[in-house]
């Protein structure tokens, strides 16, 4: 092929991706970043305001506030589902990769259904089922003797945020369980039965051969669960509005970005400030990701293949 | 004998989290089916002649919305994985049969996708989309979650045209074909197999999306279904037949797409995980 020919051929191929690629993703990213630096007026131009939105997110007690209130509770939401979420996830993955269990398949499609439905559905059921006027959960609760457990969940600031994290746990076990079983698939049979013939039980050959092995899917769901909990939205937005009550205690950095861009009933809508707090975002994002890719990562390369 | 006894507990816990996991959703879908006092008085009780209503579904499609709804998702969702298939398709394969200079620049501009969520730059997406004059419209969610899909897919794709034996496409080039004809005639219907994978990753999280839908096309009739079924909740959150059907509307077809291919999808998402 001549130059110009080749030229025309890489265009055709790549110009179609390139151009939407950076149409729709890398420049309203790029721009959501420069916005953070500038200020609106009213009605006027925007100028250039240097690092003040930060200082003002950061500092100012009326901004720093929900912020710090926010980055606290999206912490928990992640606390929570590394804590519950991905040890569930990782048991249901060891049994079922267990030799010669009957209805592997069957389990695995079953448990994963939840994980298939918006996340606004699931958090209307959940809603439905933990409403003191449909007493569901009451009867639950009461059949086991343990009635005085129940109440409002979700409308008292005490544990509205953590219902709301184990629902989202509820739903999405079904992704740690489903990578960390394909890794536990993927480990050669000669290592489990040399385990076995060096009298290693069940237990002994999970924790000493298999867990060292699957560390590295671990970690990459440990950090796909980061990335997708402080981008997440849509789950308090369903089920607590987006002023994330009451009294925004289940407010995280997803449904602050919503209120502070679009505004709501208490203030009006910040376009430069909303900005801000999406720039927040992403720094909080690159932060946990370089983690996992120059600590985590790197070291259990070495020590696991 | 205490073999027997560790299989069985293995069932039991297994089949224990298989009801809890299912236990929520078939109690919507069964009470969606009885009459406001059956709902309360015996909402464990599946549906029987005495019980049974369809009044919730009655107000539900009476609305008249929720058919258009599903045909937005359905054309959002399609829409979306023809484009990211075919325009990532295109560009996995340059970036992996092409060398040239800025190659691996390209990629690693290509991977930023991968890791940054889309969301953090809704905000210039919205001055964006308006300032195109496509607030509200179908083809501003597509041109979005394209972008937000194809990185993934470039690599995944482009990944697969390396398996593709080098001889294939020296004798096509021999033949005198062309390097357009190549690629629609020789390598696209051997990619299928990882479109396949590509499609599954694409669909689920863009039928299940409600952020864009909520910035992008909020109303006008443009609603996806999920959002339309939210909104739908929100004006009819006390009345629980219609709240409990429209839930139901929203449920079933999902369960039925995943019930029929729910092989092909776990596999495309555990072979895509693992690269």
């Given at each position: 092929?001549?130059?110009?020919?080749?030229?025309?051929?890489?265009?055709?191929?790549?110009?179609?991706?390139?151009?939407?690629?950076?149409?729709?993703?890398?420049?309203?990213?790029?721009?959501?970043?420069?916005?953070?630096?500038?200020?609106?007026?009213?009605?006027?131009?925007?100028?250039?305001?240097?690092?003040?939105?930060?200082?003002?997110?950061?500092?100012?007690?009326?901004?720093?506030?929900?912020?710090?209130?926010?980055?606290?509770?999206?912490?928990?939401?992640?606390?929570?589902?590394?804590?519950?979420?991905?040890?569930?996830?990782?048991?249901?993955?060891?049994?079922?990769?267990?030799?010669?269990?009957?209805?592997?398949?069957?389990?695995?499609?079953?448990?994963?259904?939840?994980?298939m439905l918006s996340v606004v559905i699931i958090?209307f059921i959940?809603?439905?089922?933990?409403?003191?006027?449909?007493?569901?959960?009451?009867?639950?609760?009461?059949?086991?003797?343990?009635?005085?457990?129940?109440?409002?969940?979700?409308?008292?600031?005490?544990?509205?945020?953590?219902?709301?994290?184990?629902?989202?746990?509820?739903?999405?076990?079904?992704?740690?369980?489903?990578?960390?079983?394909?890794?536990?698939?993927?480990?050669?049979?000669?290592?489990?039965?040399?385990?076995?013939?060096?009298?290693?039980?069940?237990?002994?050959?999970?924790?000493?051969?298999?867990?060292?092995?699957?560390?590295?899917?671990?970690?990459?769901?440990?950090?796909?669960?980061?990335?997708?909990?402080?981008?997440?939205?849509d789950?308090?937005?369903a089920?607590?509005?987006?002023?994330?009550?009451?009294?925004?205690?289940?407010?995280?950095?997803?449904?602050?970005?919503?209120?502070?861009?679009?505004?709501?009933?208490?203030?009006?809508?910040?376009?430069?400030?909303?900005?801000?707090?999406?720039?927040?975002?992403?720094?909080?994002?690159?932060?946990?990701?370089?983690?996992?890719?120059?600590?985590?990562?790197?070291?259990?390369?070495?020590?696991?293949? | 004998?205490?073999?027997?006894?560790?299989?069985?507990?293995?069932?039991?816990?297994?089949?224990?989290?298989?009801?809890?996991?299912?236990?929520?959703i078939?109690?919507v879908i069964?009470n969606s089916f009885?009459?406001?006092?059956?709902?309360?008085?015996?909402?464990?009780?599946?549906?029987?002649?005495?019980?049974?209503d369809l009044i919730g579904y009655h107000k539900v499609f009476a609305d008249g919305a929720i058919g258009t709804y599903y045909m937005n998702s359905l054309t959002v969702t399609v829409g979306t994985i023809f484009?990211?298939?075919?325009?990532?398709?295109?560009?996995?394969?340059?970036?992996?049969?092409?060398?040239?200079?800025?190659?691996?620049?390209?990629?690693?501009?290509?991977?930023?996708?991968?890791?940054?969520?889309?969301?953090?730059?809704?905000?210039?997406?919205?001055?964006?989309?308006?300032?195109?004059?496509m607030i509200n419209t179908l083809t501003a969610l597509i041109?979005?979650y394209?972008?937000?899909?194809?990185?993934?897919?470039?690599?995944?794709?482009?990944?697969?045209?390396?398996?593709?034996?080098?001889?294939?496409?020296?004798?096509?080039?021999?033949?005198?074909?062309?390097?357009?004809?190549?690629?629609?005639?020789?390598?696209?219907?051997?990619?299928?197999?990882?479109?396949?994978?590509?499609?599954?990753?694409?669909m689920i999280p863009v039928w299940n999306d409600l952020?864009f839908p909520l910035?992008l096309a909020p109303t006008g009739g443009k609603q996806t279904i999920t959002l339309g079924v939210q909104q739908f909740l929100g004006q009819y959150i006390?009345d629980w037949n219609a709240v409990l059907a429209a839930l139901s509307t929203a449920i079933v077809p999902v369960l039925l797409f995943y019930i029929l291919f729910?092989?092909?999808?776990?596999?495309?998402?555990?072979?895509?995980?693992?690269?």
């Amino acid at each position: 092929m001549d130059r110009g020919n080749f030229a025309r051929v890489l265009a055709f191929f790549l110009l179609p991706a390139v151009l939407i690629y950076s149409i729709f993703s890398i420049y309203p990213l790029i721009a959501t970043i420069f916005d953070s630096l500038y200020q609106r007026h009213e009605g006027g131009p925007m100028t250039f305001n240097g690092l003040n939105n930060f200082r003002t997110l950061l500092g100012d007690e009326t901004w720093s506030k929900p912020f710090w209130n926010a980055f606290r509770n999206n912490c928990l939401f992640f606390l929570i589902h590394m804590c519950v979420q991905n040890p569930i996830g990782l048991a249901l993955a060891a049994l079922l990769s267990l030799p010669r269990l009957r209805l592997r398949n069957v389990y695995r499609t079953l448990i994963f259904m939840p994980t298939m439905l918006s996340v606004v559905i699931i958090g209307f059921i959940w809603q439905l089922i933990l409403s003191p006027l449909w007493g569901i959960w009451k009867m639950l609760l009461g059949a086991l003797h343990l009635g005085f457990l129940f109440g409002p969940y979700l409308g008292q600031e005490g544990t509205a945020l953590i219902t709301v994290s184990l629902i989202s746990v509820w739903q999405f076990v079904g992704i740690p369980m489903i990578l960390i079983y394909t890794a536990l698939l993927a480990i050669p049979d000669e290592l489990v039965d040399a385990a076995t013939v060096d009298g290693l039980n069940q237990w002994q050959t999970f924790f000493y051969v298999k867990l060292p092995l699957i560390w590295p899917t671990i970690g990459l769901v440990s950090v796909l669960t980061f990335v997708n909990n402080f981008n997440a939205f849509d789950l308090i937005y369903a089920m607590q509005g987006a002023l994330a009550g009451p009294n925004f205690s289940t407010d995280i950095m997803g449904t602050l970005f919503y209120r502070t861009f679009f505004g709501n009933q208490l203030q009006l809508g910040d376009p430069t400030m909303g900005a801000t707090v999406a720039t927040m975002m992403f720094l909080i994002i690159m932060v946990g990701v370089m983690i996992y890719l120059f600590l985590i990562q790197r070291r259990m390369q070495r020590y696991a293949f | 004998m205490q073999k027997r006894f560790s299989t069985f507990a293995v069932h039991a816990v297994l089949a224990g989290y298989t009801a809890l996991a299912l236990a929520p959703i078939i109690l919507v879908i069964m009470n969606s089916f009885k009459a406001k006092r059956a709902i309360f008085l015996s909402p464990l009780v599946p549906p029987n002649p005495v019980n049974f209503d369809l009044i919730g579904y009655h107000k539900v499609f009476a609305d008249g919305a929720i058919g258009t709804y599903y045909m937005n998702s359905l054309t959002v969702t399609v829409g979306t994985i023809f484009f990211t298939l075919l325009f990532g398709g295109m560009a996995g394969w340059a970036l992996s049969e092409y060398k040239f200079r800025g190659n691996t620049m390209l990629g690693l501009y290509l991977a930023i996708g991968i890791m940054v969520p889309i969301r953090l730059g809704s905000v210039a997406i919205i001055s964006l989309i308006s300032g195109l004059n496509m607030i509200n419209t179908l083809t501003a969610l597509i041109c979005v979650y394209v972008a937000q899909n194809l990185p993934l897919a470039v690599f995944i794709l482009g990944e697969f045209v390396n398996q593709i034996p080098k001889d294939l496409r020296e004798a096509a080039r021999c033949d005198g074909l062309s390097e357009y004809n190549i690629f629609f005639h020789i390598v696209l219907p051997l990619l299928r197999p990882a479109m396949a994978t590509v499609a599954v990753f694409t669909m689920i999280p863009v039928w299940n999306d409600l952020w864009f839908p909520l910035l992008l096309a909020p109303t006008g009739g443009k609603q996806t279904i999920t959002l339309g079924v939210q909104q739908f909740l929100g004006q009819y959150i006390t009345d629980w037949n219609a709240v409990l059907a429209a839930l139901s509307t929203a449920i079933v077809p999902v369960l039925l797409f995943y019930i029929l291919f729910s092989r092909q999808l776990i596999r495309g998402l555990t072979s895509g995980a693992v690269k």
